[in-house]
């Protein structure tokens, strides 16, 4: 019996016609997770509370839609008495006292989380090199990037492990591993899925979601994970449609936009050759491709790295050794509390973006920096509601290129251009995802499809039409477990 590579849609086949049992479903998974670990892809397991959950549904009918189907969550979502680290030394020590409504969601609908994945820090990187408890390594190749910051996330879905994987999207954190790992993952419409529960890095860009082998599979579960949640004051009440329904709807007679100020010369000759087949393809479905205008595009990155050092900054100030978290040994006074607590508790990454925060939101710099982000932010915005008065989708590569090798990127500021194609939607507040659209020297890499507020299902159809006529989501990596 083998459970490695199932999507949920093949593994609730299995549980439903007795193939196999939730507890040797869950066996099996451990397994995986064990004979994977050079990938360090997670930092705590859940393997005796997993196993006697699987062992309870064995015990007890269940009807749930996702029953007994065994998920990893991102190691920012608080779970109640299992650590939550955030990736961070800041952290290592915390148990949280109640879970994150997209953990509750989930597992009221029959999930089994397994355990939680390694990630960069607070959130903040794009590579899965600045997590306090080691690089996770991508099963594409020795030594290469998953991508970040829900690498862990999205190299257990890769590896096989499981079928899915939450993660969150603060520039682009689903969509670049997905993309670096072959892989489907999508950000939902900014306050879609809530945020109660998530350790917040920038909270008017963060937004959770789902990571999985197909698009069918990321539907299933935002069925499950979506919901109005009046502990968090940006969750959306808007009707939640069933995202399953409309999945095989044909996708003839639809626009979708190219980018003009996207120099796609720039990029790698193959990278835009693999973009190019995956129009021809969706070309021979019978899309339509319109050239569009996003006048300010160009300026997404540098006022991303305005908004969302501001907000890090001011999120990240609760961490200060007094009410949980890592306290320093002996301190002096509570000044010398303060600064020794912080200084030994975050990662250097996380203190060069608290940094930038304080210095954008200080007197004398706040209207020139935050203020000049915001409007600038509101001006591409803007450019995107134009743009969908003309077509129902916008397409683009989702990176520069495929997975680099951990070290090789050691300029901070050329790691920021990672998000070059995937920012531009979390300041929008609008939903995107990436699928697996070809490889490159036999790794793997994705297109991005963004769509308008609230149309995660019109993405996600045309993400599976793709799917259903090409074969890029099936291909398996060829590391296999040590």
Partial sequence: MSIQFKTIKELSSMLQSKEVSNYELLQETFKLVKSYKHLNAFITL????????????????????????????????????????????????????????????????????????????????????????????????????????????????????????????????????????????????????????????????????????????????????????????????????????????????LKIGIVKEFDLSKLDSNVVKVFEDSKKHYESLGVDFVEVSLPNINLSVPTYYVVAPAECSSNLSRFDGVKFGKRCDDPKDLEDLYIRSRSEGFGEEVKRRILIGSYVLSAGFYDAYYKKAQQVRRLIKNDFDNAFKHVDLIMSPTTRGTAFEAGSMSDPIQMYLEDLFTVPANLAGLPGISIPSGYLDSKPLGIQLIGNSLQESQLLNVAHNFQMTSDWHLRTPPTRSK
Wanted: one cysteine or more.
């Fill in 46 to 253: 859940n393997e005796e509370n997993a196993l006697k959950k699987a062992r309870n549904l064995d015990n007890n009918t269940s009807d749930l839609s996702l029953s007994g189907i065994p998920i990893a969550q991102k190691d920012l979502f608080v779970t109640k008495g299992l650590r939550t680290t955030c990736g961070s030394n800041m952290l290592s020590n915390f148990i949280p006292p109640y879970s994150a409504t997209v953990i509750e969601n989930l597992e009221n609908a029959g999930c089994i989380s397994i355990g939680k994945t390694n990630m960069d820090e607070f959130a903040m990187g794009s590579s899965n090199e600045t997590s306090f408890y080691g690089n996770v390594n991508n099963p594409w190749g020795e030594n290469l990037v998953p991508g970040g910051s829900s690498g862990g996330s999205a190299a257990v879905v890769a590896a096989g492990i499981v079928p899915a994987a939450t993660g969150t999207d603060t520039g682009g954190s689903i969509r670049q591993p997905a993309s670096l790992c072959g892989i489907t993952g999508i950000k939902p419409t900014y306050g879609r899925i809530s945020r109660w529960g998530m350790i917040a890095f920038a909270s008017s860009l963060d937004q959770a979601g789902p990571m999985a082998r197909t698009a069918e599979d990321c539907a299933i579960l935002m069925n499950e994970m979506c919901s109005h949640d009046n502990k968090d004051t940006t969750s959306l009440d808007e009707t939640i449609p069933d995202f399953t329904k409309d999945l095989d709807a044909p996708v003839k007679g």
